[in-house]
Structures are given as C-alpha cells and as structure tokens.
C-alpha cells in the first residue's frame, strides 16, 4: 500500500508540474514586487556570485541522490562506457555551435523587427556562454526525478566538470570572436565544490555510517525514504528564490525575455531529444539515458551569469540572457522528465 500511495504522489506531482512552476514564480515575483529586502539580503549571501541559500536547497534537492551512490557500482560505470560518450559529444561536439545557430538565427532574423543588432549581439554572447556550460548541480535533481543511475550520473558529472576547465573558454572565443574571454575559475571550482564535491561525500558518509550501524536492509527501505519529498521541497523553493531575485529585471523586459527564451527553449529540446534518441540507438538502459539528455539540455548557469557579468556588467544585455536561461530551464527541464518517465518502455 505505502509503495502505491508512493507512485500515485510521484504522479500527482507529474501531472500539475505546471502549476506548481507558475505558483512558485507567481510567489517569487510577489515577494520580489513587495518585498523586496527578503532577495536584497539573500542575494549578499554569496561566495564567487554563487547564492548560497540557492546552494542550500541544491544540497536538500541533490543529498538523498548522492546517499544512492555505491563506490562498488560507480567502478563498473567503465564497463558500459557509451553513456559518457554520448554525453561528451553531445555537451561539446554540439551544443556549443547548435546554441549559437538557433540564436542567432532568432535574434538576427526572426525577431530582427524587435530587437536591434546591438542588442541582439550581446544577448547571443550570453546565450553562448549558457551553450558552452553544461549543467553541474540541478542533473542531479532532473536525475533523480527520472530515477536515474546515481553513480554513472556522479561520473557523467564530474568528468564534464574536468572538460569544462580546458574547453570551455576556447569555444566561446572561437564563437563569439572574443578576444579576452576571463573565466573566473574561483567560480567554477567553487561550484564543484558545493554541488558535487561537499554533497556526494557527505552522501556517501552518510550512507557509509548508515549501513553499518543499521544494515543495508534498513538503510534502503526505511532511511533513504525519509527523504523522498526533500528533491520537490527544494526544487520549488529554489524557483521561489530565483524568481524573487530576478523580479526586476522579468517586470522591466517582458517582451525581450519572452523573445530571448524561444530560442533558448529551442536548444534545449533539441540537445535533450539528440542525446535522448543516441542512447535509444545505443541501447543504452533508461536510467543511463535520461540523465545523459538531461546533462547536455540543462545549463551551469552560475557560471555563465558570472562570466556575462565579469565581461559585459551586471546590468548587460548578455547578463539579462544568461538570467533568461536560468528562468527558462527549470519549467522546461521538468517538462523533459515528465516525457522521459513517460517514455521509458521505449528503452529495455
């Protein structure tokens, strides 16, 4: 009975995805409206421009994931090496230049009565630097909501981490023609700090003590279900976060973000259904699957917020993009794990 309650709230959770995405921006922006000394004091709690009650709630969100992770099943992950292929060539050999041609294309051409050339330059910068950054914390969460494999997904994670400090800058010179692109690398190691680092030892810590005081038995039926609901709990307030905080700028530009988020939209549908159908092919398992098309759909959008700021302002049009993306990806993303829970009888 427990396990039916327990799939019929997954469901339920599922189906008003939407609704709970508009409440919490609707809660968010009304916070942010009236209340605006609740985001102004938050938004000082930060290290390298990394939100830290953001970084909280991550770690409520990614925490029961990193508990799953078995040292035993994260040796085998070189056994079945082709999900990390799929996931390097799709966050590095595509995303970057498919970001820049849908960009591009609708900021140039398609919205060209909207938006001026100027304009429509430095929101592609910001687009591209979203393009070149794959996701770091919240593919654990969109993992975990796909029930995916927590140890090959800690793996896909982390080697992306160690790609993204060599190729990162290069590919956004190469697309943007920017000749003093600066990283700041404080920002990058700090976020694989917080979102990977902190949160699988203390996982696995956790799940180390666990099993040894209480056994393997207790720990899986009884301790790690304690958490079920923490992954939603800090999803819908980290929305609520990101909401209040960019109030100002979503009131002050609503037609310029609507327009900067169809493309942005776009791409990520595109990058998930790429990576999606090359593990089908691949015959790759489900839980191998939807985290390699979540990684490359989903952006690490502190580090291209902290990038558009280091080289265009905090208030530029390529910082106001790459904040588009942030406020785009999680509706959006929710919508890809609901299609891939929806779809996994396609894989075997």
């Known amino acids: 009975m427990s396990k039916e ?30 209340l605006p000394a609740i985001p102004t004091f938050l938004d000082k ?28 099943s994260v040796k085998q992950v070189g056994k079945n090496p082709k999900g990390l292929f799929v996931t390097w060539i799709v966050n590095w050999l595509i995303k970057p230049f498919t970001m820049y041609t849908i960009s591009s294309s609708f900021l140039f051409t398609v919205f060209k009565a909207f938006i001026t050339p100027e304009l429509a330059t430095e929101y592609l910068a910001g687009a591209v630097l979203l393009g070149a950054a794959p996701c770091t914390a919240m593919v654990f969460v969109w ?55 902190i949160p ?10 666990m099993i040894k005081n209480k056994g393997q038995e207790y720990f899986e039926e009884v301790f790690i279900r304690k958490f079920d609901n923490a992954t939603t709990i800090g999803l819908l307030l980290t929305l609520v976060l990101i909401f ?30 790429i990576a999606y159908v090359a593990a089908k092919v691949l015959k790759l398992s489900h839980d191998i699957a939807a985290p390699a098309g979540m990684i490359g759909a989903s952006n690490f959008f502190e580090l291209a917020v902290a990038v558009a700021i280091a080289l265009f302002g905090t208030t530029s049009p390529a910082a106001l ?18 299609f891939a829970n929806k779809t996994k009888g396609w894989f075997k």
Not at 8 to 28: D, N, P, T
Not at 159 to 168: E, G, P, R, S, Y
Not at 253 to 273: D, G, K, R, S, W
């Open 5 to 34: 309650s327990k799939t019929e709230g997954i469901s339920s959770f599922q189906k008003y995805l939407s609704v709970w995405v508009l409440l919490c921006m609707a809660v968010g922006i009304l916070i942010g409206k009236f």
């Open 45 to 72: 709690l930060s290290i390298a421009g990394i939100s830290i009650p953001i970084a909280i709630l991550i770690w409520v969100m990614i925490y029961p994931m990193m508990m799953k992770v078995d040292f035993q």
């Open 143 to 197: 993992s975990t909501l796909t029930k995916g494999n927590p140890a090959y997904t800690v793996v896909q994670v982390a080697t992306n981490d160690l790609i993204i400090l060599v190729a990162f800058v290069p590919i956004v010179k190469f697309l943007l023609g920017v000749s003093n692109v600066t990283v700041p690398y404080s920002t990058l190691f700090i976020s694989v700090g917080l979102f990977v680092v």
């Open 200 to 209: 699988l030892a203390g996982g696995i810590l956790t799940r180390t003590l």
């Open 244 to 273: 209040a905080s960019q109030t100002e700028v979503i009131l002050s530009n609503p037609l310029h973000i609507i327009l900067i988020a169809v493309p942005l939209t776009i791409q990520t549908v595109l990058i998930f259904t």
């Open 321 to 338: 993009a790459t904040t588009v993306g942030v406020l785009t990806e999680v509706p959006v993303m929710l919508a890809l794990c609901w």
